[in-house]
């Protein structure tokens, strides 16, 4: 196993069914998912180990648990009252149709500060923690983000946020190593005007102001922009022909973990992170990639400096 270690805050993973087919007879895919599911399947990746911190339970979490505990992952569960989420998506014509879906109950007070107590202490022991969202932003609310990120910031973990809306606002308060974004995200929390460049790197900038050290912000194949030691950056990647756009975001931020994890650069992390975004396009499967094709991809992102921090 690798030296290098990354806690993924996952509070409420849930079990997606998905429905594909390739050629004449239907196929059944069942996998463990969400945005830290999908994150750890990518850090893992890039050779990595994850220490997953996440809240199982009910019926679905009987068959989830299971399934969460893969190479390269160190599980760390705490059971839930209620039933874990799920979702059913049919892909038979090549797009994703919802069938039906559910993030999952609210977490209650016990299995918050069970769950918050697990997380802590993992991620002071790995040094760098991911946290990511839930399903839906009632499932747990953004002040034990705000908490989270405090108390492992106050004790010299290094920790990265893929959040949106008031689960971002909080970690912010907290301060941040890494903040990643997509620009949708940023428009509909009213951070940004439109998806021009210029909206898009103010957005950067307050990001910046409001506590983040690094900020990237993912504009699907226009290419991400990200601001690294006071510089922002166009953040240019190889044009590839995309199967399914979902979780490119989640790789991003992947490659950036699993990068700093090993003591990388955050020049090499975010190109790595393009790299790993841009592979994932051309999988089925979400937050997947194999480690040497993201390694000739992020030979071929260039970061170009666009405009200095205030």
């Not at 160190?74 to 998506?89: K, M």
């Not at 209650?108 to 399903?135: C, F, M, Q, T, W």
């Not at 601001?227 to 995309?242: A, W």
């Amino acid at each position: 196993m690798s030296d290098a270690r990354v806690m993924v805050f996952a509070p409420a993973p849930q079990l997606t069914v998905t429905i594909e087919q390739q050629h004449e007879e239907p196929e059944l895919h069942v996998h463990p998912g969400g945005q830290g599911i999908w994150q750890t399947r990518m850090i893992t990746s890039l050779g990595a180990e994850v220490v997953l911190c996440a809240a199982v339970g009910g019926e679905v979490g009987r068959v989830l648990k299971p399934l969460l505990d893969f190479k390269g992952v160190s599980l760390r569960t705490i059971p839930r009252e209620t039933g874990s989420g799920w979702y059913v998506h049919d892909r038979r014509d090549g797009s994703r149709r919802e069938i039906a879906e559910r993030p999952g109950a609210p977490l209650s007070r016990h299995e918050l500060d069970e769950l918050y107590n697990l997380a802590l202490a993992e991620g002071l022991k790995a040094g760098i923690a991911v946290l990511s969202g839930p399903a839906h932003p009632s499932v747990i609310k953004a002040e034990v983000y705000r908490r989270l990120a405090a108390d492992l910031r106050a004790n010299g973990c290094r920790v990265i946020a893929d959040l949106c809306g008031n689960h971002l606002k909080a970690v912010l308060d907290a301060g941040l190593t890494v903040v990643k974004v997509s620009h949708e995200e940023l428009i509909a929390d009213g951070l940004a005007k439109d998806d021009s460049e210029r909206a898009l790197t103010d957005a950067l900038l307050k990001l910046h102001d409001d506590g983040a050290e690094a900020a990237l912000v993912s504009r699907a194949d226009a290419g991400a922009l990200a601001l690294i030691n006071e510089e922002i950056y166009r953040v240019g990647t190889p044009k590839l022909t995309p199967t399914d756009g979902r979780g490119a975001g989640d790789s991003m931020t992947a490659g950036v973990a699993a990068v700093l994890a090993r003591g990388g650069e955050m020049s090499e992390a975010v190109r790595t992170g393009a790299a790993a975004g841009a592979l994932n396009v051309t999988r089925h499967g979400l937050g997947t990639g194999h480690y040497d094709a993201v390694q000739v991809l992020t030979e071929r992102v260039k970061l170009t400096p666009i405009k200095k921090a205030r």
